[in-house]
């Protein structure tokens, strides 16, 4: 058991001493070591992809559409893409027709400006990259609506392309179980519409961290992916540093199985009991770079406390909330049970899903958001702001003395199995 601690908190860390007679569990997945040369690992797993996939010839391929992540996603698109594009040019892909989508998903396009943030310079400079918006419907191909009755509107310019490929990592979700595949495509690039039918399955109890096969949430994603016609995903396996531990390319459905095995070897840790406190960091930037993407980590650290226990999450959030439709939702709510009769009233949108997945939590649980946000912020969406941990663990009773801690420094890529 330890006491002082060092946590990730955007750009930096966060350092702490527990006060005198706490101490605290480190809940943290066994070091992975990361792949000795990540270019390397790259290049051989175009090389040899999995199940056999073969690469097509691309003397009459008009164009090929890559999706990239945008900036909310840790991906080392510096150590992915090169070998990609190496490849596709030694395959005789001339370089005017390799197009770069970025799938922002219902998040806001990025500005040109903002592409070196997520892409090499000299892949913004010699490529054609656009980002992706869910509301411009002129821009939107409808492909008529999955099993599942979500109705598939996609990025007509990656649609209309003659291969198309997806580019991310594999690494556990708190609701559609883990990332990757096609789902940089087949949420990334698709309509409001369709990403809203898609995720208000969130509210099955099989869409939740770590489930694929049983997840109706995931497996729709995979018939979006289906319906747009993705050819190739290169995904990468990343260690707790966010490094490259390996990467797959091939089938999107081949990769994604083939992945899921080794993510949760990396993410998943065995924890003994339930706490009373659980002291989560998100896992820095880019993952801590609002609230929307900082709740993910909420969802985890609430699998290991206790009924009436505390979470404080530990996250910057320079940007916020990350979502306007979050905290118009918002106005006027004092209450989880608030939060729910309002989302029954106005129907499942994406944006107010977060103050539900939060009011969710709520319900059983104390929150406290250790961030550079607004006191007045952090209160309107129903949790308790400060701005130290130390003085967060004071909220939690006037004599903390026997509490259970435990300590998550990377929540979001943690999966823990309470055996």
Not at 208 to 228: K, V
Not at 349 to 370: D, M, N, S, T, W
Request: charged share 20%; proline share 7%.
């Amino acid at each position: 058991m330890k006491r002082t601690f060092t946590l990730p908190y955007g750009n930096s860390t966060l350092s702490f001493e527990l006060p005198a007679g706490l101490t605290a569990d480190l809940i943290e997945p066994d070091t992975t070591p990361a792949a000795h040369d990540p270019l390397a690992e790259v290049a051989q797993a175009l090389e040899h992809p999995i199940n056999d996939w073969k690469w097509p010839a691309f003397k009459s391929t008009k164009a090929i559409g890559i999706a990239v992540n945008d900036k909310t996603r840790p991906v080392p698109h510096q150590h992915l893409l090169p070998p990609l594009l190496k490849k596709l040019t030694d395959m005789g892909v001339a370089a005017d027709k390799i197009n770069f989508f970025v799938a922002t998903g219902t998040h806001l396009p990025l500005g040109f400006e903002e592409f070196t943030k997520i892409l090499p310079k000299e892949i913004v400079d010699h490529y054609h990259v656009e980002s992706h918006n869910c509301d411009e419907i002129g821009n939107l191909f409808y492909l008529g609506v999955t099993q599942r009755q979500t109705p598939v509107y996609v990025n007509k310019r990656f649609r209309d392309m003659d291969f198309k490929i997806v580019v991310g990592n594999i690494e556990p979700h708190h609701f559609a179980g883990f990332s990757g595949g096609v789902k940089t495509a087949a949420i990334g690039l698709t309509g409001r519409q369709t990403i809203n039918a898609n995720h208000a399955m969130l509210r099955d109890s099989f869409a939740t961290i770590a489930e694929y096969e049983n997840n109706p949430l995931r497996q729709d994603i995979e018939e979006i992916g289906e319906a747009i016609g993705i050819d190739l995903a290169v995904n990468a396996v990343l260690n707790a540093d966010k490094q490259i531990v390996k990467v797959f390319a091939g089938n999107p459905r081949a990769v994604i199985l083939a992945g899921i095995p080794l993510s949760r070897a990396v993410c998943q840790k065995t924890v003994p009991h339930r706490y009373d406190v659980v002291i989560a960091s998100v896992g820095g930037h880019p993952k801590d770079i609002n609230l929307y993407q900082s709740q993910k980590a909420l969802t985890h650290a609430s699998l290991l406390t206790k009924d009436g226990g505390t979470v404080i999450l530990v996250a910057a959030c320079p940007e916020g909330s990350g979502s306007k439709p979050y905290e118009t939702f918002m106005e006027g709510i004092q209450t989880p049970e608030q939060v729910f009769l309002k989302f029954e009233q106005e129907g499942f949108k994406v944006g107010p899903h977060k103050a539900f997945q939060i009011a969710r939590e709520l319900k059983r649980i104390h929150v406290i958001l250790v961030s550079q946000m607004s006191d007045e912020l952090v209160k309107k969406l129903l949790l308790i702001p400060e701005h130290n941990i130390v003085e967060a663990l004071k909220r939690v009773s006037p004599a903390p003395d026997g509490l259970s801690i435990a300590i998550m420094p990377h929540a979001t890529n943690t999966i823990p199995d309470l055996g």
